[in-house]
């Protein structure tokens, strides 16, 4: 099992920048890719960006420029941990959605967050 925490969403204004956050606990593997999805009322969820364990990024085409994914990987004694961020610059309304920070197993399976909202005021 899996537990993802999120945090960093809010509201800001249109120019403004947030940083979100996403702590990824329990049967973590070392190889698990994991990326940022966005969901905006009335549309289908959709890749923000997404970072392999080797460090390999990749953005949708509306974000490259302004957003920028990095991670951490830490191992314990007791257990290993994963965090995810998610830089987010020159923000625009269009931005405003619900980020799900997701862990890939593999390409058909995964696990999610609980969402956190990102809104943009013009």
């Known amino acids: 099992q899996v537990q993802l925490v999120e945090s960093g969403g809010g509201l800001v204004q249109a120019g403004g920048s947030l940083r979100l956050s996403c702590a990824a606990s329990?049967?973590?593997?070392?190889?698990?890719?994991m990326g940022w999805y966005r969901q905006a009322p009335g549309k289908q969820r959709e890749l923000v960006a997404r970072i392999t364990s080797g460090g390999s990024t990749n953005y949708a085409d509306s974000v490259k420029g302004r957003f920028t994914i990095s991670r951490d990987f830490t191992i314990s004694r007791d257990n290993a941990k994963k965090t995810v961020y998610l830089q987010m610059n020159s923000l625009k309304p269009e931005d405003t959605a619900v980020y799900y920070c997701?862990?890939?197993?593999?390409?058909?399976?995964?696990?999610w967050g609980q969402g956190t909202q990102v809104t943009v005021s013009s």
């Open positions: 997701n862990v890939e197993r593999t390409p058909n399976f995964g696990f």
């Open positions: 329990g049967s973590i593997f070392s190889g698990d890719a």
